[in-house]
């Protein structure tokens, strides 16, 4: 039978004694807390395997985690007076396994719990992850950058796509030992050229992205119709003017289709005309 304490250890204020004085001293005593008098214990398994080293925890009825230990080598665990009687979840995990299911359990003073926890081995604990950021140039994070994985060597392997969150973060997992290739994409940005990597075994390969502005997106279009008499005027000659220090100077020439309609693009930022038949001109600012 155990015994406790009926009351916490106190100790007094400091005090000096003289040679041959006496001294009075009080001591108010706290009455200790009752033992829970509860019980947790069992053993992890998989299969007829014992699992060692499993972790596992109890949570509160909001599954937030209170209390957690470690299985010993037959896979035994046990949870002596560190519960209030209440309602509980326990759950257990292993390296190589899934978590297990949560149990429900009831404590109740002097009746101990025994749990036998089941676990299932990961089939994918033998595979590698591909993960990292993307980033600009600048070295800032892009969001909402579109990453594709393709395998190197396997032409049965899916095209996985997922898009960056907000801190320019990407994750792959589940893949089997080999080479990828990685290939990304965001608006105004683009890769120089996709990424070969090879990844092993349970390996966790961190491949970060440098997208460059792209030059092209940058540039500008201009686009419209040549009109005479309020009708558009077809195959019409356009000119296109660049405004300079000493002036504007001609930089394009181009005729217009059959429903009059121009287009001049890849056009640096800055002052233009278009000029035309009969004198048409619109000034435009890039």
Do not use: W
């Amino acid at each position: 039978m155990a015994t406790g304490d009926m009351y916490l250890l106190s100790r007094s204020e400091k005090f000096h004694l003289d040679s041959g004085q006496e001294a009075s001293i009080n001591l108010r005593l706290v009455r200790a807390q009752s033992f829970p008098c509860t019980k947790i214990y069992g053993q992890v398994i998989s299969n007829c395997l014992q699992i060692s080293n499993a972790t596992v925890t109890v949570l509160d009825m909001d599954f937030r985690p209170i209390c957690h230990t470690q299985t010993d080598h037959k896979g035994a665990f046990s949870f002596i007076n560190s519960f209030a009687p209440g309602n509980y979840e326990i759950v257990a995990s292993a390296e190589d396994y899934l978590i297990s299911r949560s149990r429900f359990i009831s404590l109740k003073p002097f009746m101990p719990v025994y749990l036998t926890i089941k676990l299932i081995r990961d089939k994918n604990a033998e595979k590698a992850a591909i993960y990292g950021i993307a980033r600009s140039g600048e070295n800032i994070s892009l969001a909402k950058t579109l990453v594709r994985i393709l395998s190197y060597e396997n032409t049965d392997f899916k095209t996985n796509i997922t898009i960056t969150n907000a801190d320019g973060e990407y994750l792959f997992t589940g893949l089997k030992p080999g080479k990828y290739i990685i290939s990304a994409v965001c608006e105004d940005y683009i890769l120089p050229e996709d990424i070969t990597v090879k990844v092993l075994s349970r390996e966790k390969f961190c491949v970060d992205l440098y997208l460059y502005r792209n030059t092209i997106v940058n540039k500008g279009t201009v686009t419209g119709v040549v009109l005479q008499d309020g009708y558009p005027l077809p195959c019409a000659m356009t000119a296109l003017y660049r405004k300079e220090s000493s002036g504007y100077r001609l930089i394009r020439i181009q005729q217009a289709n059959e429903n009059g309609v121009y287009h001049f693009s890849n056009l640096q930022a800055g002052e233009y005309a278009v000029r035309g038949e009969e004198y048409y001109e619109y000034v435009i600012l890039l």
